[in-house]
């Protein structure tokens, strides 16, 4: 089961989901709802945050991530788009496991995928990778770049396996296309 819908945000941080199709031929399945959602890219002033997050002036100490994350990037900064309208981000969600559907109470529990695509040009790819191939990051480098805000409404919880190592995956291009996943 694949779901694909299409987000554009822009500087009103208003999400409109699209037919992806229509932009990038590298997701083949169109969304089966149209819909508006408002997100917010700034920092929520009511969230927890202690000495571990990082702030827009920081930068990773891994000298790979340091060379990907140039000296000034915001993280809390919505990327210019390539084509200066709303930035587009791509989702695409699948469905690993049904572990139970309770009809009368109307609650599905789903073990899935989700995977966020954007293009961010402020970052810096690296040097010689070939057009269209995927170049493998750390995902830790998720803390020090701007990431999309994603709802999913009446969703009641939502939790994230516990592991040595986290379940997500951050790949981006020479042409700044990025893709970030995590389950």
Known sequence: MMMMMMMMMNSEDVVTWRDKRQVDPFIPSPPTTTTTTTTSTQPSSSSSCDS?????????????????????????????????????????TKVRDIQKIDEQNMELIIEWYIRLY??????????????????????????????????????????????????????????????????
Not at 58 to 85: C, F, Q
Not at 142 to 162: C, G, N, R, S
């Open 118 to 183: 954007w293009s961010d040009l402020n970052l810096t790819p690296p040097a010689n990778l070939p057009d269209g191939q995927w170049y493998n990051v750390a995902p830790d480098i998720a803390q020090y770049v701007w990431l999309p805000t994603t709802y999913i409404d009446h969703v009641k919880e939502v939790t994230k396996p516990t592991l040595l190592v986290q379940p997500e995956s951050f790949r981006m291009q020479n042409n700044g296309f990025i893709r970030y996943s995590m389950s």
């Open 52 to 92: 571990s997050c990082a702030s827009s002036n920081d930068r990773p100490l891994n000298p790979t991530l340091r060379a990907i994350v140039p000296p000034g990037y915001d993280r809390y900064r919505l990327p210019d788009s390539p084509d200066g309208g709303p930035l587009p981000v791509f989702i695409s």
